[in-house]
């Protein structure tokens, strides 16, 4: 069995450190994706709320008059 020199051990500890290092930064690169796609969900969402109530009140406009005439009958 062949002793580890000096030079095999920090060659070996230099592939590690590459190795650890790169996956922290996929880790960090994947974090990253996902902070943007929930912030573009975040915004879609809004703009739909946004849409919607605009709907509602239009609706609401159109429909509160209606009823109090009709109130008046009851």
């Not at 690169?29 to 969402?45: G, I, N, T």
């Amino acid at each position: 069995m062949a002793i580890l020199t000096k030079e095999k051990l920090a060659n070996y500890g230099i592939e590690v450190l590459v190795v650890v290092f790169g996956i922290l930064i996929a880790f960090q690169v994947d974090e990253w994706r996902e902070d943007r796609q929930r912030s573009r969900d975040v915004d879609a969402a809004l703009i739909r709320m946004a849409e919607e109530t605009a709907a509602n009140l239009r609706h609401c406009e159109l429909v509160v008059p209606v009823n109090a005439d009709h109130a008046g009958y009851v």
